[in-house]
């Protein structure tokens, strides 16, 4: 079982940046991918970026040279830090880890105004 609390979403200017962290718990070890989802409303969930493990990064189009995903396993944490916030990033964002199932986050509002 894993645990994943987010934190860091809230409301910006575009052109602004956020940073969102998600926090890992439990069976940790078991985890090869944590990523970071998003869902605007009327809108299908998206992969936004991943870290695999022993591979590297992955990001989707629209956010690349804008957001970077990391990892601190020292503190079992993985980041978003979104740069160039536009208000098409506004959406609902969603930790994920992936093992031999799915986890996920409660979620955190990302609002981008203009």
């Known amino acids: 079982q894993v645990r994943l609390v987010e934190s860091g979403g809230g409301l910006v200017q575009a052109g602004g940046s956020l940073r969102l962290s998600c926090a890992a718990s439990g069976s940790i070890a078991s985890i090869s991918i944590m990523g970071w989802y998003r869902q605007a409303p009327g809108k299908q969930r998206e992969l936004v970026a991943a870290?695999?493990?022993?591979?590297?990064?992955n990001y989707a189009d629209s956010v690349k040279g804008r957001f970077t995903i990391s990892r601190d396993n020292a503190k079992n944490t993985v980041y978003l830090q979104m740069n160039s916030l536009k208000p098409d990033d506004t959406a609902v964002y969603y930790c994920?880890?992936?093992?031999?199932?799915?986890?996920w986050g409660q979620g955190t509002q990302v609002t981008v105004s203009s």
């Open positions: 994920n880890a992936r093992s031999m199932y799915d986890y």
């Open positions: 870290i695999i493990r022993g591979v590297g990064t």
